[in-house]
């Protein structure tokens, strides 16, 4: 409908919608359409609420009628007896809408008695109350004399914030000889001008020009916006430059990073010196796209400046001037077109977690239970969860927007005693959006591994003599398990030893592994002897590992030397040796024989003269017992004497044994046989050249192990024969007689 108030017209279209909107309440909701111009004086009239909605003015007072309005500024009044609204301040459809066609400003009317709410939309139609203006008043050129007819120099745009008609409509120049104007509509409809020279100038004749540039829009009264162009006619550059494109499009997403590239326009000039030297500005671009944009002057580079937001501007439209040195330029169009993004990312909520769980948990048990949900729609709002790496678990889809975390393997504790779950949900934006949610799993220990023993077996070396009571060695092992599974106690299994109950020597520490001897041990009484150690964790059910532990008694020199010859008689007299006098030096007079319970180096004797009543004319060899001087070829050489196989110089067949009980083995040999020849009941033979060690105690003992014993041993009243390893005897070759006849002489016994 159309209504006509005094000194004004105005014309506005009624849309009445009823609906019920409370059933209890009775309320309806309406809505109601105007039309008006922008930059109505305040108090003008926007229409006549209780007529178009077809109520009296009797029953308004009571229905208390009013505006409701969520806007920071009231924009419209009524009054609340009349029901006709006003306008209640100044309306700039610009400063509203901006350059939106459309212009609509909502607004409640609120009645009660029964409770009404009408929705009121007035439509702001644009007046022509804005002129075209230039970003630019004052546009300076310079051009090349040289400059060929048909350049065209960019004059850039008018901006009219009024929309339609009263917008920018066309351009027009100051009447000139030289010039033309040409009006281009880019893609977004705004004009722009093109300054086009018409023919050659003259420096010499015309140095500079004056023209102005008119912006006219279409509205009535018709308005209009100029700009004054300054031109500087410039000496030859021949060649401007030139861009290798005339017009530059590229999409860039709304997430551009600041300081990232959009792209770089590039412009060549074939003259040479600073005449090829280019520059770069933005000509005549909005205020808008200068805030978002910068242009690197010298090499053409555009790069983000402020972020983009796709929802407020869409795309832009850029010009790029390129200048020489010498004052020539062109011009090209950028269009940027801003790409809408994938704006949120997925979230992740963890909705339960079962933590710690046993490490005999079976595949499929259920650890978490996770919500994830995207704001976004579409494929955007889609979201898939996984997670990096070789791990235990699995995840599956459980219902709408919710995942469950599974076992899918076999775990252990002692490889991996807790997991950092990194669970990623991605939606299928582009480019997607990610988050991720770490869970950190325990894994709870059950007894699954028996102690272990640091070594397989172990060999411990116990002085004899030792205190009872005293530490003799010590085991340890270990049990991967945690807490009570890895409780590790120590005992020994029962056994004897020589019939008596092993407990009775031993002990161990429950506790510490450590063994304790019970008594002193005899080495003499036996060597060695082996211990079964058990270590038991203390799980349910407990497990256990056995080891072997063999005990070696080292000898300690606790034992004196025994003399076996010359000892004393019966009745305790004293032997005598009977010398011819004849007897040069170096005469074998006799033989002390001794030997030591002991063993190795504790067994190794010495011989000394404690008493004689002619010490000059006796002597007795340190190693040998001979009471005279050695025989030069029977001393020992440094391989034969006792020490270990590393003391030897290889110069001799034989060797020393190498280790204390073949040491040992060869020293119980010697008293043997010494035995045997101070009874009388045995050669020191036995087989050519072995005093019968092979056959006693294996072939690995010969003469070549062993010095020649037998130089040590002379027994009176045997019938074994002693004879030195060299066959001499003061210097004469031994016979075949036996007894104890010697080559030089009988031995008589007083």
Known sequence: ?????????????????????????????????????????????????????????????????????????????????????????????????????????????????????????????DINDNAPRFVKDNIKLEMSESTLPGARFLLGNAEDPDVGMNSLQSY?????????????????????????LQKPLDRESQRSLHLILTAVDGGEPQRTGTAQIWINVTDANDNPPLFTQELYKVSLRENAPTGSLVLQVKATDNDEGSYAQISYVFSNIPEKARQKFSLDPETGKITVKEPLDFEE???????????????????????????????NAPEVTLASLATPIPEDSVSGTVIALINVIDQDSGDNGIVFCHFQGELPFKIISSSNNYYKLLTDSPLDRERTPEYNITITATDKGSPPFSTQKTILLQISDINDNAPVFEKPSYTAYVPENNPSGASIFSVKASDRDLDRNARVTYSILSSNLQEVPLSSYISINSQTGAIYAQRSFDYEQFREFEVQVQAQDGGSPPLSSNVTVRVFILDQNDNAPRILYPSLGADGSVLFEMVPRSAEAGYLVSKVVAVDADSGHNAWLSYHLLQATEPTLFSIGLHTGEQAQPNPDWRFSQAQRPGTSGSQNGEEG?????????????????????????????????????????????????????????????????????????????????????????????????
């Open 1 to 125: 409908m159309e209504i006509r108030e005094p000194g004004q017209a105005v014309t506005r279209q009624v849309l009445l919608i009823l609906f019920l909107f409370a059933l209890f309440c009775r309320a309806v909701s309406q809505q109601v359409h105007y039309s008006i111009p922008e930059e109505m004086a305040k108090g003008s009239l926007v229409g006549n609420l209780a007529k178009d909605l077809g109520l009296s003015e009797r029953e308004l007072p009571n229905r208390k009628l009013r505006v409701v309005s969520a806007a920071k500024k009231q924009y419209f009044s009524v009054n609340g007896e009349s029901g006709i609204v006003y306008v209640n301040g100044r309306i700039d459809r610009e400063e509203i809408c901006g350059t939106s066609q459309l212009c609509v400003i909502n607004f409640e009317a609120v009645l009660e008695n029964p409770l009404n709410v009408f929705h009121i939309n007035v439509a702001i139609q």
């Open 172 to 196: 027009q120049l100051s009447p000139n000889q030289d010039f033309i104007l040409e009006v281009k509509e880019s893609r977004d409809g705004n004009k722009y001008a093109d300054l086009v």
């Open 313 to 343: 501007t869409r795309d832009y439209t850029l010009l790029v001037e390129a200048k020489d040195g010498g004052g020539l330029v062109t011009h090209c169009k950028v269009e940027i077109e801003v790409l809408d993004e994938n704006d």
């Open 654 to 750: 034989g060797a020393w044994p190498n280790n204390q009980f073949d040491t040992e083995m060869l020293q119980a040999m010697i008293l043997a046989s010494a035995n045997e020849a101070a009874d009388g009941n045995s050669t020191l033979g036995g087989g050519a050249g072995t005093m019968g060690l092979s056959t006693r105690y294996g072939p690995q003992f010969t003469l070549q192990h062993v010095p020649d014993y037998r130089q040590n041993v002379y027994i009176p009243g045997s019938t074994a024969t002693l004879s030195n390893s060299s066959g001499k005897r003061d210097g004469k070759s031994s016979g075949s007689s036996g007894g104890n006849k010697k080559k030089s002489g009988k031995k008589e016994k007083k």
